[in-house]
């Protein structure tokens, strides 16, 4: 299947500080990027889906001026968190769809543990 | 999508088959059945998906019933590295949103 990577795997911050997560499609373009966030010992949740050269949509809840994502082009999608605070500690999952094939099924990175001190 | 019901948790011993049922009776008949997992502190991985025929890959068999209301995952030779949590999604396929996960079913497969 694809492969879609992620960097960091995991980060430390203090608190107050912005951090940047980088998803990568390695060897397909995607069209599509979607970010998820999971707490422990809870399922995947939405955040937000972009595609490549506009806006990103948000989901209920998540707010778009503290995650920052810009998917800028085929292969690269960034999600920056600004002013992380410990309630903002997750693992942030990306996945990536790849555009124009007949099945365009979702690909999934290792995730990114985030945790602010 | 259509709304799926799963066990909570389940065990296995290793070696056996671990057969994990998911409830789908609100599945439309364009709608696909999809399985996914996911390992500890890793990203989802998909494991196979199937609208109305039973379906083999190297990783697991997928039976759905005739009436698609329900399905079971079945790993054959269960292992260790199998414990992971299974996530059986309904949607349709070549959808444009996002993959929807629900709780899913904790597999424990033990030695």
């Known amino acids: 299947g694809a492969v879609v990577s992620q960097h960091p795997s995991r980060v430390i911050c203090k608190s107050g500080t912005s951090v940047k997560i980088e998803c990568r499609s390695l060897d397909f373009q995607a069209t599509t990027m979607f970010w998820y966030r999971q707490f422990p010992k809870q399922s995947l949740m939405l955040m937000a889906t972009s595609n490549e050269g506009s806006k990103a949509t948000y989901e209920q809840g998540v707010e778009k001026d503290k995650f920052l994502i810009n998917h800028a082009s085929l292969t690269l999608s960034t999600l920056t968190v600004t002013s992380a605070h410990p309630e903002d500690s997750s693992f942030y999952i990306c996945?990536?769809?790849?555009?124009?094939?007949?099945?365009?099924?979702?690909?999934f990175g290792p995730g990114t543990r985030l945790t602010v001190l | 999508d259509a709304k799926t019901t799963q066990p909570p948790s389940m065990d296995c011993a290793e070696g056996r088959a671990a057969n994990l049922p998911c409830n789908h009776s609100?599945?439309?008949?364009?709608?696909?059945v999809y399985w996914y997992r996911q390992i500890h502190s890793q990203g989802p991985q998909y494991i196979i998906h199937?609208?109305?025929n039973n379906e083999t890959n190297e990783m697991a068999s997928l039976i759905i019933t005739e009436d698609r209301k329900s399905s079971t995952l079945i790993l054959p030779h269960a292992t260790l590295r199998d414990t992971a949590v299974y996530y059986c999604?309904?949607?349709?396929?070549?959808?444009?949103?996002?993959?929807?996960f629900g709780k899913g079913t904790s597999l424990l497969v033990t030695p």
């Open positions: 199937g609208l109305k």
């Open positions: 609100t599945i439309s008949g364009n709608e696909y």
């Open positions: 999604i309904v949607r349709v396929r070549n959808s444009g949103y996002a993959l929807n």
């Open positions: 996945s990536a769809r790849e555009g124009g094939g007949a099945y365009n099924e979702q690909f």
